[in-house]
């Protein structure tokens, strides 16, 4: 617990330049666990087709939500940010293949990203009394 009294998760996230990245992982508010945007990340690096970094972003939060003892199933809201509209069909498809119904909430907006290489960002919430199935 911090001096809020909230409780984070996840080990520090290294960047390209092999610095530690200034944020928390994830960081549990009340019943509500919130994580930072996830990159396809891997050895300082972002490579990779839209639906191999979905893959892996989806690997990474799978990571950070069992440290907190949650799972997908707890998960009520992602953002998305895809870097080109085109991969957009590909991105859906890795992302179905990783929630059933009820999914949670989403929004996907089309944006550039800081990292060079990166073709999508997700950011998620789950709640730890809630599970969508």
């Known amino acids: 617990m911090n001096t809020y009294g909230a409780k984070t998760y996840g080990s520090g996230v290294v ?9 928390s992982s994830a960081i ?4 509500l666990v919130y994580l930072s945007g996830q990159l396809a990340l891997r050895d300082g690096k972002v490579d990779g087709d839209i639906g191999q970094q979905t893959d892996l972003i989806f690997d990474n939060i799978e990571a950070v939500l069992t440290s907190a003892d949650l799972s997908l199933e707890n998960v009520v809201k992602t953002s998305i940010w895809i870097t080109d509209p085109a991969d957009f069909a590909a991105f859906n498809t890795a992302y179905a293949a990783r929630f059933t119904a009820p999914y949670p909430t989403r929004s996907c907006v089309v944006s550039q990203l ?3 290489g990166a073709r999508v960002e997700i950011e998620v919430v789950a709640s730890r009394r809630h599970r969508r199935t």
Do not use: K
């Open 15 to 23: 960047g390209p330049n092999g610095r530690p990245l200034p944020f």
């Open 28 to 31: 549990e508010v009340d019943d």
């Open 114 to 116: 800081v990292i060079p």
